[in-house]
């Protein structure tokens, strides 16, 4: 049984390998890997897969097969590496969780490659998250040269689909994540440095409003209007918000109508919903659901459907132990930590909605992601790398 590496130690070896992390940095930065850019983003999982080769890890690459009228996504990758203490004789198993996707179109790497400017790295997905998918490899890394692998498993699960609430990657990674004593999702930490404990839950509800049309001018008695409808719906799902804390609502696309000299048949809106909490998710889901369901407007109809894109995340016992060592090995580092709760979902949520000890937001220091302006802080690669390093060699067997 290996001790676990000083705090100090694993800091000196991350910036030794600083150079080499902003070149693959770049390498990733610079390919369009959009998640509807299977090419992009498997061209990016080629270079990740040659390097957890180089680094002694198997890997499994798991293609997407889309089916009917689904658009095809990228590869899976999922790498392992084996340490000397089995789990049966105490060793932990940890899971790490990180994704080659950016919500950017074909020609944004050109339009803006990588660059460094004032300390800050620059371009598509800098920080969200080509910075965080390293780290994780690099956090690795610095665990061997100390010579620590006292770990029974370290397992990379390399999402080609977190943008767009990993439709084909989120079975899998739930699979692995309930073999595991703890995770680490490797999203950039928020713009102040701090990491993720909490994350809201996510479901995405389509209302569909049908009436009837008829001429606008000559007889519009004959029409019932999809747009009246829709007014007072949006007006009742708006009026939600602030029922429960945290939780928010909001009615982010309507689409209807043909000609505005025709009463509107058909409208559809698209509507977030978010909440901190199992119990105020639910609530909150079933009231969108009753409001939008209730009509105005005569012989109008309304269809709901309503699709839980990433459960809550909320700040378990567990959660609160890895980020009260998370705060304490990086005081040891000589910088302060803070955890936070967060609006934003991420692989982490669905991972912590069965009970395994999740921290998210272990990545690089970033900000303005899915922006022209999205930026990683230079300075922060190394402190942030190795506290991963610190935090996978201090999770233990059954946390």
Request: proline content about 6%.
């Amino acid at each position: 049984m290996s001790p676990a590496p000083a705090a100090g130690d694993l800091l000196r070896l991350a910036e030794g390998l600083g150079d080499r992390f902003l070149a693959d940095l770049q390498a990733l930065v610079d390919v369009d890997c959009g998640s509807y850019t299977p090419a992009g983003v498997n061209a990016v999982v080629d270079r990740v897969a040659a390097a957890f080769a180089e680094r002694g890890w198997t890997t499994e690459r798991i293609p997407h097969v889309a089916a009917g009228d689904e658009p095809q996504l990228g590869d899976l990758l999922i790498a392992r590496v084996r340490g000397s203490r089995t789990s049966a004789e105490g060793g932990a198993r940890v899971l790490l969780v990180g994704h080659t996707d950016t919500v950017f179109p074909e020609g944004t790497a050109a339009e803006r490659p990588f660059r460094i400017e004032d300390g800050r790295a620059l371009g598509p997905g800098v920080s969200d998250m080509k910075g965080g998918l390293l780290a994780g490899m690099y956090g690795v890394d610095c665990l061997r040269l100390a010579g620590f692998d006292d770990f029974d498993e370290i397992v990379y699960a390399v999402n080609p689909d977190e943008e767009i609430g990993s439709p084909f990657s989120g079975p899998h990674i739930l699979e692995l994540a309930r073999t595991v004593d703890a995770a680490f999702v490797l999203e950039g930490a928020r713009a102040n440095g701090d990491i993720v404990s909490a994350r809201k839950g996510v479901a995405d509800v389509h209302v569909v409003i049908r009436g009837r049309a008829a001429h606008a001018g000559v007889e519009p008695e004959k029409g019932r209007s999809a747009a009246v409808q829709a007014a007072h719906t949006v007006i009742g799902l708006h009026g939600l918000n602030g029922l429960w804390p945290g939780v928010t609502v909001n009615v982010g696309v309507i689409e209807g109508g043909t000609r505005p000299n025709v009463v509107m048949e058909r409208c559809a809106l698209q509507v977030d919903l978010r909440a901190p909490t199992a119990a105020s998710f639910a609530e909150a889901l079933a009231a969108l659901e009753r409001v939008a369901a209730d009509v105005v407007v005569p012989d109008v109809h309304v269809e709901v459907s309503a699709r839980t894109s990433f459960p809550p995340m909320e700040r378990t016992e567990g959660a609160a132990r890895l980020a009260g060592s998370a705060a304490r090995l990086a005081a040891e580092m000589g910088f302060e930590l803070r955890d936070a709760a967060t609006g934003g979902a991420s692989d982490a949520n669905p991972i912590a909605g069965i009970g395994v000890p999740v921290l998210d937001g272990l990545g690089p220091i970033g900000g303005d992601d899915h922006s022209p302006k999205e930026w990683l802080d230079v300075a922060s690669i190394a402190p942030r790398t190795a506290l991963l390093a610190a935090l996978i060699a201090s999770v233990e067997r059954g946390i």
